[in-house]
């Protein structure tokens, strides 16, 4: 008896949001349906214990970190914060910054976006500008805040993909238009990251762990905007889904047929 194929399950992190006097975990739509152009399974996670994090990736076969209107606190990169009016996220920070470890150190893929990006960036030894606009020598890549969502989420940019990588692998092209909706950046990358692609300003817009088992790739813009019409989106995503199912069969346990019943008992 042949059993159906499971679709690979990809965690996605909520983040939190006070509406009106009441807290909720929220994940939004577009990364969920990114997923699922992925061919995967997602499942959101509203937040987590340390002494859970195991317990989840045990049922996972990948990661999905989402982009957010939060930043990582800048205390987790030895700095104090630099616009108080900017918001933050400790409860995400909390429990994300020390799963992303345990998720390469299992060769689970993981796929990082944008706040994602730079949490992975932050949870293994980098640093971040927190205010990307300000530094010499950068632009600024936020996007405006008084137009159509369409504009904002629009082709901001290209990036150059730097030869002999992930990204260079996936997309097969050595530049690619992209959009920016960000304030934040890396200002240190962590040790054993490799760049993968640069913002005309020399910004890093895409790295990967070097020496990680499993495929892994982070990237400053949001590929999950309108992901289906975007040719680099779905190559992206696609990719990421097929490293899922390698890893959930790589680590399937076998379907055995069941015994049939004694007819003397």
């Known amino acids: 008896m042949t059993m159906p194929q499971s679709k690979p399950v990809v965690l996605v992190p909520a983040c939190n949001r006070m509406l009106g006097q009441h807290a909720f975990h929220v994940a939004g739509k577009k990364y ?11 499942v959101i996670v509203p937040t987590a214990e340390l ?8 049922v996972a076969h990948g990661v999905l970190l989402t982009g957010s209107a939060s930043n990582v606190h800048p205390s987790h990169f030895d700095e104090a914060v630099h616009d108080p009016e900017l918001p933050l996220d400790t409860c995400r920070d909390a429990w ?12 689970m893929p993981l796929f990082g976006i944008c706040r ?5 960036n932050v949870a293994l030894g980098g640093t971040l500008h927190q205010a ?3 530094v010499p020598g950068r632009h600024d890549h936020r996007a405006a805040m008084d137009v159509l969502v369409d504009v904002q989420y629009g082709l901001a940019h290209e990036v150059i993909v730097q030869a002999g990588g992930i990204l260079a692998t996936v997309l097969d092209e050595h530049v690619v238009q992209v959009n920016s909706v960000h304030g934040q950046g890396v ?4 040790a054993g990251l490799r760049v993968e692609a640069l913002a005309p300003d020399g ?6 762990v070097g020496e990680a088992r499993g495929f892994n790739l982070c990237v400053q813009w949001h590929p999950e905007w309108q992901a289906a019409s975007n040719t680099v989106s779905v190559r992206l995503f696609k990719a990421f889904g097929a490293a899922c199912e390698a890893y959930r069969d790589r680590h399937r346990v076998p379907y055995q047929e069941p015994e049939p019943p004694d007819p003397d008992r």
């Open 51 to 58: 002494d859970e994090l195991d317990a989840l990736l045990d």
């Open 187 to 190: 200002n240190r990358l962590a």
């Open 32 to 42: 969920i349906d990114a997923v699922r152009l992925a061919g995967c399974q997602p």
């Open 116 to 120: 994602g990006f730079q949490e992975a």
């Open 96 to 107: 994300t910054l020390p799963l992303i470890p345990r998720v390469l150190a299992r060769g």
């Open 203 to 208: 910004l890093v817009e895409a790295f990967s």
């Open 132 to 134: 990307v606009q300000e």
